[in-house]
């Protein structure tokens, strides 16, 4: 089982004198203008810490030249390393694929557009060195965000809370530090349909927040449009909930009783006053709005037998087109 093998691996890695106490995972999707200055901030804010530490950046298919920018950091510093996607996979499999290959007794997961400011790493370190293994960065508020998406956003947490089998805390996001043994159990996980936050949470161990100011994004614009974040909030609640699926046998009996109900009340009416025809309004709308309810009853098992149907079909979370590593450029150059 190749799932196994890389724990093996892994814990006979952790043994080496090689593994380097953390890993930074970032993804990158058109990213090029923000690398350099992401970069800038990271290695003093490691150094600070008294830490060795190798990055891994993951580009998630960008258009731009993020690619070439990050092949010319990995020149420069061996520390650094990339993989490069075949197409976009999103970021959620973007973190996947950085975790799969990380080295480090810990894993700092961040975004690569300096939302997530470096600054805050050693605090993280600090926490872990005390024994916690999920160390989450909290948000204080969602002040960078667009007043319409903290809106859903709030909505949806609302929802996951209410419905879902994971309890996320407020304001804890993809940026964080991981034990191994957080990572190696989030890794045991290979769902296609990734819903990270939820992921974090599912996996437990030893958690603590330390509080951080989201600053804008660098450059550039969000990756995230509303179509994305719809079909990620689904993810979300399709992966921690099978509420959704269950709930329409409950709407079905409401909806039978009251049926039930009005059958016996045209059954008594029509005893005590005779046939009456009139009613046409009264069919059209209860049709249409039966049809309605069965329709969207459909509609959520569809999204569920979507996700089943991914699942089985088994394909590989993502697929590697490049790795951009110092050694292996000297490999190759020595050939
Ligand atoms: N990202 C990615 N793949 C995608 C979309 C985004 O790897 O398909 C990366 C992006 O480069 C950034 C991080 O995920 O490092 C967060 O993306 P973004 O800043 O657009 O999201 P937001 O901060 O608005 O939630
Ligand atoms: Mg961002």
């Known amino acids: 089982m190749p799932r196994r093998k890389f724990l093996i691996e892994a814990s006979a890695m952790s043994d080496s004198v090689e593994t380097p106490d953390i890993s930074i ?3 990158v999707f058109n990213e090029r203008a923000n690398l350099r200055p992401l970069v800038a901030r990271l290695a003093p804010a490691l150094t600070r810490a008294g830490v060795s530490f190798e990055a891994i950046f993951v580009d998630d298919g960008s258009h731009d030249d993020s690619l070439e920018e990050l092949r010319a950091l ?41 939302q997530h400011p470096p600054e805050v790493i050693p605090q993280f370190i600090e926490r872990w060195r005390e024994g916690y293994k999920n160390v989450f960065g909290q948000r204080a508020d969602r002040a960078t965000d667009p007043k319409m998406r903290s ?33 190696d159990a989030l890794l045991s996980m290979r769902e296609r349909a990734r819903f990270n936050k939820g992921l974090y949470a599912w996996i437990g161990f030893k ?12 450059s550039g ?21 099978s509420i959704p699926l269950k709930v329409w ?47 969207i009853s459909l509609g959520v098992l569809g999204e569920y037998v979507a996700r089943i149907f991914n699942e089985v079909k088994g394909r590989p979370l993502y697929l ?12 190759r150059s020595l050939k």
Request: hydrophobic share 50%.
């Open 249 to 295: 046998t409950y709407v079905g009996l409401v909806i039978s009783c009251l049926a039930l109900g009005m059958a016996v009340y045209f059954w008594a009416r029509t005893m005590l006053f005779g046939v009456d025809t009139p009613g046409f309004p009264t069919l059209v709308v209860s049709i249409a709005f039966f049809s309605g309810v069965q329709l």
């Open 74 to 114: 990995c020149a420069e510093e061996p520390r650094f390393r990339a993989l490069s996607f075949s197409r976009n996979f999103g970021k959620e499999v973007a973190i996947a694929a950085g975790l799969d290959d990380a080295r480090g007794r810990a894993v700092v997961i961040m975004d690569s557009d300096l």
């Open 25 to 27: 995972v970032i993804p």
């Open 151 to 183: 809106f859903l956003t709030e909505i949806f947490y609302r929802l996951l809370e209410k419905f879902g089998d994971v309890s996320l805390p407020p304001g804890a996001g993809d940026f964080r530090l991981l034990d191994r043994q957080a990572v």
């Open 221 to 241: 614009e969000s990756k995230f449009n509303f179509t994305r974040l719809v079909r990620f909030a689904l993810d979300g609640l399709m992966s921690f909930s």
């Open 320 to 331: 590697v087109a490049e790795r951009v590593e110092a050694n292996k450029r000297d490999e």
């Open 207 to 218: 958690s603590v927040g330390v509080p951080f100011e989201v600053d804008a994004r660098a």
